[in-house]
C-alpha cells in the first residue's frame, strides 16, 4: 500500500503550497520522473519494489492542494531479479495522455534488455505499450518527450555506441528514426525548445564517462556534440550532465564534477556553458564556501523570466544524509536568485530527482519518498511534516582545475532495425494501492 502524507504548507497570492510524502513502509521508495498536464496537475513515476515483482508506479496528484487523484502500479509479471529501469519524466501530448519509457532485462537473461513504452491516460488507464528490440545487448529507452506533434525517444540500441531518436505517433507505432554511432551513447535526457532538440550523453566505457551535450535541428540532424571531462581509467574521473536548456543562443547543462573540484575529492555541482556552436563559455561549482557540499544536479527547467530551476541533492559531510537542493538561477550573470535545501528532521536522506515549472512559474519537484510544490521566489520555510526547507546562500564558484573539454563527431548510422512488439503481457492494476491520503 503506498500511504501518502498531505500537509497544505501555505496559500497565497491565489496559489496554494504543499508537501506531500510517502510513508516510509511504502514500497515505492522514490518518485524518479515527473510532468505537469494541460491542468497543471503533476504526474509523478517510479518504481514499485515490493519483494515480488518489480512494477511502474504512477500516480496524478491535484495541483491545488497534493491530494492523489489516482495512483496506478503497471506490472509486467517481472521477477524481481529480473530490472526494471527506473523512469524518467514522461511525455505528456496534447490530451494529456501520458507516456513513459524505460528498459526491462528479458526473462532468462541478465544482460539483454528491451527498450520499453507505456501509454497511459489522465484517468489512469494503460491505454497501449511497446517494447522495442533493436540488437542483442542493451536496449535502453532514456528519455521522451512530446513536440507538439510527435512522441521524441532517446535511448540507444544494442549496446552498440548509437545515439538513437526514435519517433512514435500516439498510437507508439514508430515512425521514424535517426541513429549516430560514435564515442558517444546512452542519452539521458532530452528538451525541445520549439526549433532544437538539446540531449546530454555520456560517454562509452567502464570507467571515466565524459559527459557531453547534443544539439540536434528539427529534423534530428546533428548540429555539434561537445562536453566537459577526462577519459582516464578510474571512476572517480568525469563529470555527468543531469539536464541541459538553452536561454537565447546559449546552452547550460548541469550535473556534478569530480575533478574541476574547489578542494578535497567530493563531488560537485556544476554548470556549464555553452555558445551556439557547442563552445565552452565556462565552467562553474554550486556549493558551499569550499564548493563540496552540492553533490548532483539532476533536473532543470525553464521559467517565463529565462531563468533556470535546477533540482539535485546535497551531502553535507560524510556519512551524512542526502538533503534535497532546489535553485533558481540567473544566467546572464551568472548567479542565484534564492537556493533552498530539504531536509528530513529524523535524519533520513531525500534528494530531489525532477524540477517543473507551470504556466505561473510555481515550481514542483519529486524525488525520495516527497513531492512538494513552492511559490517561484521559494520563499517558503520552515518544519512541515519529517522535512524541514531552510534557506541558504552558497552562490556560484570558479572550478580549481576546469575539467578537459572535448567535442565529437558522430556518423549517421544505418542500423539496427527497430523490432516489434516484444511478447511481454502487462497490465496496470491498483497492486494493493488504496489511494489513502492522511492529513497530518
Not at 93 to 118: F, L, M, P, R, V
Not at 195 to 213: E, I, L, M, Q
Request: glycine residues 12%; charged residues 15%.
Amino acid at each position: 500500500m503506498a500511504n501518502w502524507k498531505k500537509i497544505m504548507m501555505a496559500s497565497s497570492g491565489g496559489g496554494s503550497y504543499w508537501l506531500n510524502e510517502l510513508t516510509p513502509s511504502t514500497s515505492v521508495a522514490s518518485f524518479t520522473g515527473m510532468n505537469l498536464l494541460s491542468t497543471g496537475d503533476p504526474v509523478v513515476v517510479g518504481k514499485q519494489e515490493n519483494g515480488t515483482y518489480d512494477n511502474i508506479y504512477v500516480a496524478r496528484v491535484s495541483t491545488d492542494d497534493g491530494s492523489v487523484t489516482w495512483s496506478k502500479a503497471i506490472s509486467f509479471g517481472y521477477p524481481t531479479g529480473q530490472t526494471l529501469s527506473n523512469p524518467r519524466d514522461p511525455a505528456v501530448d496534447g490530451s494529456d495522455n501520458i507516456y513513459i519509457c524505460h528498459d526491462g532485462t528479458q526473462s532468462g537473461s541478465s544482460y539483454i534488455s528491451d527498450w520499453a513504452i507505456e501509454k497511459v491516460s489522465s484517468s489512469g488507464a494503460l491505454s497501449t505499450y511497446e517494447a522495442l528490440t533493436g540488437g542483442s545487448g542493451y536496449d535502453r529507452a532514456d528519455y521522451i518527450l512530446w513536440n507538439g506533434s510527435n512522441l521524441v525517444n532517446t535511448g540507444d540500441f544494442g549496446n552498440t555506441n548509437y545515439v538513437c531518436i526514435l519517433r512514435l505517433n500516439t498510437s507508439l507505432g514508430v515512425t521514424g528514426q535517426n541513429q549516430f554511432t560514435g564515442s558517444v551513447m546512452d542519452p539521458i535526457w532530452a528538451y525541445y525548445d520549439g526549433s532544437n532538440y538539446y540531449v546530454c550523453a555520456r560517454k562509452n566505457g567502464f570507467y571515466g564517462f565524459p559527459a557531453y551535450t547534443l544539439k540536434f535541428n528539427s529534423s534530428y540532424a546533428l548540429q555539434w556534440c561537445s562536453g566537459l571531462g577526462n577519459d582516464v581509467s578510474g571512476a572517480a574521473s568525469s563529470p555527468f550532465f543531469g539536464a541541459a536548456i538553452p536561454i537565447g543562443t546559449d546552452v547550460y547543462s548541469f550535473g556534478h564534477t569530480i575533478t574541476g573540484k574547489v578542494s578535497n575529492s567530493s563531488y560537485s555541482g556544476l554548470m556549464w556553458k555553452a555558445n551556439s556552436s557547442g563552445t565552452s563559455q565556462y565552467q562553474k561549482v554550486l556549493g558551499d564556501n569550499t564548493g563540496q557540499q552540492l553533490t548532483s544536479i539532476r533536473n532543470a527547467a525553464k521559467t517565463s523570466d529565462n531563468k533556470i530551476i535546477i533540482g539535485g541533492w546535497t551531502r553535507p559531510t560524510s556519512g551524512s544524509p542526502n538533503q534535497g537542493y532546489l535553485a533558481k538561477i540567473d544566467p546572464s550573470g551568472p548567479s542565484i536568485d534564492w537556493e533552498v535545501l530539504i531536509s528530513d528532521s529524523g535524519g533520513a536522506s531525500r534528494w530531489i530527482n525532477s524540477v517543473k515549472v507551470d504556466d505561473d512559474d510555481n515550481i514542483f519537484a519529486a524525488g525520495y519518498q516527497f513531492m512538494i510544490k513552492l511559490p517561484p521566489d521559494g520563499s517558503i520555510t520552515g518544519t512541515y511534516g519529517d522535512l524541514t526547507i531552510q534557506s541558504v546562500s552558497w552562490g556560484l564558484k570558479n572550478l580549481g582545475t576546469n575539467e578537459n573539454t572535448d567535442t565529437q563527431s558522430l556518423s549517421t548510422a544505418t542500423g539496427p532495425t527497430v523490432g516489434p512488439t516484444y511478447g511481454l503481457s502487462w497490465s496496470i492494476a491498483n497492486s494493493g494501492y488504496s489511494e489513502t491520503i492522511t492529513d497530518l
